[in-house]
């Protein structure tokens, strides 16, 4: 059984940045490829970046390319999300995601586990 836990939302001011965290438990979790999604209210959840499971390539959203960057320790089995720059449209629930695949996904649909999800406010 795979377990994630989030870590680092908060209230920050437009500008701003944060760090998020997510950690992982299994046996198994580094080899599984990551993905951070957030949920705005009243919207649907949305990818935002991911990482495979070597820790190298990446895909990122446009709405936050040049201003979010994932990265994840291995062997801390923890996952990071560097948010700069951060605007009030980044208000969300922020969700770690894990796939039982080495390759990234921007769907939900494809990934197997879940965090509970922290939230971020950014004020204007």
């Known amino acids: 059984q795979v377990q994630l836990v989030e870590s680092g939302g908060g209230l920050v001011q437009a500008g701003g940045s944060l760090r998020l965290s997510c950690v992982a438990s299994g046996r198994t979790v580094s080899t599984y490829a990551m993905g951070w999604f957030r949920q705005a209210p009243g919207k649907e959840r949305e990818f935002v970046v991911g990482i495979g499971w070597g820790g190298i390539m990446t895909y990122v959203a446009d709405s936050v390319k040049g201003r979010f960057t994932i990265s994840r320790d291995k062997d801390k089995k923890t996952m990071y999300l560097q948010m700069n720059s951060l605007k009030p449209e980044d208000t969300a629930i922020y969700y770690c995601?894990?796939?039982?695949?080495?390759?990234?996904?921007?769907?939900?649909?494809?990934?197997?586990?879940w965090g509970q999800g922290t939230q971020v406010t950014v004020s204007s």
């Open positions: 995601a894990g796939r039982q695949s080495r390759t990234i996904s921007k769907y939900g649909s494809d990934y197997d586990y």
